[in-house]
């Protein structure tokens, strides 16, 4: 066959059943599905790539992913990953400002900067500047609100177990970067650094600052680090400082992304969670390691 299809569900609200794989099967003239996770995810082989209409209305509007890769070569030696909202949930930056009573005015423009409506750099350093004279002590507070992403450990530590150098690489700072990056099991970690003078932030953020042009950078130097070529790898992100690494890495995956970025990536997760990104590389939830 020419193309793997993967469909996943999300779990907590719907379930593959033997019917709904059919149906899909069917649908796109697919070989028979080889279940990667009881009721959660599936491969189907095709000959040629599913009409996108066909496949929406074989899954009837069901919180079900569906992604098309080649056989050869589906998993990746190297994943690169954003950090908020895609490896844990929310953004650290508008959590921060809650502290110092502008968290909505700070999320504002932290949502226009990931839609791609605003420069990222010019972006993050004003709303940086607007938490000067904030105490320290509001990042470990921001830091115990953190909650990873469901299969984030999965995800980091499959591809570990099995070769690959895992990589956070955000917008977001150091401070937490380190933790998540230690916490999740990944390999290395490069972000931006929050100045501050030793008790409250100084309004300003250390250059040079790291970009979308850092994050595509970054996955070209990893890559050659680890000795590969682009088509071995997976970038998973959500804002539109992650289009340009999702463009180049083999395997580019939209999770919950915002609305300028699923439109632009080949592979897209809007329903399920990370594990959906082992299952699109064809591992079987049995091959699963979480540490």
């Known amino acids: 066959m020419t193309y793997i299809l993967t469909v996943v569900a999300q779990r907590e609200a719907t379930s593959l059943t033997p019917a709904m794989l059919n149906q899909i099967r069917n649908a796109v003239r697919g070989s028979p599905p080889i279940v990667l996770s009881a009721g959660e995810a599936a491969d189907i082989p095709v000959s040629a790539l599913p009409d996108p209409a066909v496949l929406r209305a074989a899954i009837e509007g069901k919180p079900i992913d569906a992604i098309v890769t080649k056989p050869r070569g589906r998993r990746k030696a190297l ?44 972006a993050l350093r004003e709303r940086v500047a607007m938490l000067k004279g904030l105490d320290i002590g509001a990042l470990e507070k921001t830091w115990q609100q953190v909650r990873m992403t469901e299969g984030a450990r999965e995800l980091v530590a499959t591809m570990r177990a099995n070769g690959a150098l895992t990589a956070l690489v955000s917008g ?11 916490q999740l099991g990944f390999d290395l970690h490069r972000s931006n650094t929050l100045l501050h003078d030793g008790s409250a932030l ?4 250390a250059e040079p600052i790291l970009d979308r042009d850092s994050k595509l950078a970054a996955l070209h130097e990893l890559a050659a680090q680890r000795g590969v070529k682009l088509h071995a790898t997976l970038a998973v992100g959500d804002g539109a400082n992650d289009l340009d690494m999702l463009r180049a890495a083999g395997l580019g995956v939209a999770f919950h992304a915002k609305p300028i970025v699923a439109k632009d990536a080949r592979a897209k997760v809007d329903h399920a969670n990370l594990r959906a990104l082992l299952f699109m590389q064809g591992y079987p939830a049995s091959a699963f390691v979480d540490r």
């Open 79 to 122: 994943l690169i990953a954003d950090m908020d909202s895609t490896m844990i949930q929310g953004e650290t930056l508008d959590e921060l400002a809650v502290f110092a009573g502008i968290g909505e005015k700070i999320a504002a423009i932290t949502k226009r900067a990931m839609n791609g409506q605003l420069d990222f750099k010019a």
């Open 172 to 182: 977001g700072f150091t401070y937490f970067t380190g933790k998540v990056a230690a």
């Open 202 to 205: 100084t309004g300003l953020v």
